[in-house]
């Protein structure tokens, strides 16, 4: 089944505990992205890549990293977390940037 | 840059009644525009695209979208409403030439009245 996958699906953690967040596709999209969505505000994007080592900023990559070593990997690293932080996390693909976006389940983080 | 706005973060309708959800969008140059929808609990799942075919574009469940350039509008419709339709609907936009980002809008809930 064609899907995109995250890991952990509920997290809590204490403030400044570095933690990742997994992202896996199994549809060979060249593109993936990460967002987080908060109560009035939407979706806001985080990074995006267009393909392996390439990777670039959205509108809300502060306190954020990524990395893409392989096509199908692209995690989402919180090196030292915060309370605002806070927040419901996407991971996407698509066979390219203007494509349809195929969105995993959603991780909801709580930073204490 | 770009921009999308929807009008209204809550409406209401009736079941059977019109649904009409508003998104206008700002792009220096042309457009590809999406809705997306998101019921409880649950990840996206795209409704229909706007990529410069057609104006008026269908997608699943009924709904269907009309890309009106004049009025840079990309507004939502359904005829008649059902009470599987209650979610939440996003509005997003992209472009070519630019880096490929996608931006949402802040989304509108839509409720389903018996």
């Known amino acids: 089944e064609a899907q995109v996958t995250q890991n952990p699906r509920y997290l809590i953690t204490v403030t400044g505990k570095k933690l990742t967040v997994t992202c896996s596709q199994n549809?060979?999209?060249?593109?993936m992205s990460w967002y987080r969505q908060d109560p009035g505000l939407g979706l806001r994007q985080i990074y995006y890549?267009?393909?392996?080592?390439?990777?670039d900023k959205g509108d809300v990559p502060e306190g954020y990293k990524v990395s893409r070593k392989e096509k199908r990997n692209f995690p989402l690293i919180l090196e030292s977390p915060s309370p605002n932080q806070t927040s419901l996390y996407f991971c996407?693909?698509?066979?390219?940037?203007?494509?349809?976006?195929?969105f995993g389940p959603g991780t909801r983080l709580l930073v204490l | 840059a770009q921009s999308v706005t929807q009008l209204g973060s809550h409406v209401s309708v009736s079941e059977g009644a019109l649904v009409l959800l508003r998104c206008n969008y700002s792009?220096?140059?042309?457009?590809?525009l999406f809705w997306y929808v998101q019921y409880p609990n649950q990840g996206l799942q795209l409704l229909l695209k706007?990529?410069?075919?057609?104006?008026l574009v269908k997608g699943i469940n009924g709904f269907e979208a009309e890309f009106k350039k004049s009025e840079t509008s990309f507004h939502l419709t359904k005829p008649s409403a059902h009470m599987s339709d209650a979610a939440e609907y996003f509005c997003?936009?992209?472009?070519?030439?630019?880096?490929?980002?996608?931006?949402f809008g802040t989304g509108t809930r839509l409720t389903i009245i018996p």
């Open positions: 996407a693909s698509s066979p390219g940037g203007l494509e349809t976006q195929y």
């Open positions: 549809m060979n999209h060249e593109y």
């Open positions: 890549s267009m393909n392996v080592e390439v990777t």
């Open positions: 792009s220096s140059v042309p457009p590809y």
């Open positions: 706007y990529t410069s075919a057609a104006t």
């Open positions: 997003a936009v992209t472009r070519w030439g630019g880096n490929e980002k996608l931006t």
